[in-house]
Structure formats: structure tokens, C-alpha cells
């Protein structure tokens, strides 16, 4: 029976990892959820990018942006805080 690789049932999708014989006799020694763990670690690198194409779009923000001089910024402070 053939099973992709990769496959929807209902609302989870099943993602195969080829690793070698040797790092699979290790895995085994370790008393570590290997999905749950791999699941994780692809979630935190999702968070990572997300948080990297943030953080290039801020900076594309900034070299748009015109410098604002420091009196103006007092002022629009105190003006805030007269509120």
C-alpha cells in the first residue's frame, strides 16, 4: 500500500522525516516525544521567520520615515501628558 509522503486527515497532515539508522538508534535511547518535539521546534521556526520578515518590514518603515528633531518630540510628549 502506497503512502504519500505527506497527507490531510481531517484537520492534521501527516509530515514524513528521513533520518539515517544511526540517528534513529539514538532517538530510541532518549525517552523524548519525537512528534511533539518536531512539532515544536517547526513551530518555533515558523515564530522566527514571522518575527524576521517583522522586522525587515520596520526597518524598510525607517529608512522611509523622516527624521523627527528631539524638541518636537517633547513637545508631543508634554502635549500627551497634558491630556
Known sequence: ???PSRY?????AIVTVKVPNELK?????VNV???EY???AIQKKLEKQKLKEASVKIDEI???AKP??????VS???EDREK
Open 1 to 3: 500500500m502506497y503512502i
Open 8 to 12: 490531510t486527515i481531517g484537520k492534521a
Open 25 to 29: 538508534k539514538k532517538m530510541k535511547q
Open 33 to 35: 516525544n519525537w512528534s
Open 38 to 40: 518536531i512539532r515544536d
Open 62 to 64: 525607517r529608512q522611509r
Open 68 to 73: 523627527v528633531p528631539t524638541d518636537k518630540l
Open 76 to 78: 508631543w510628549i508634554r
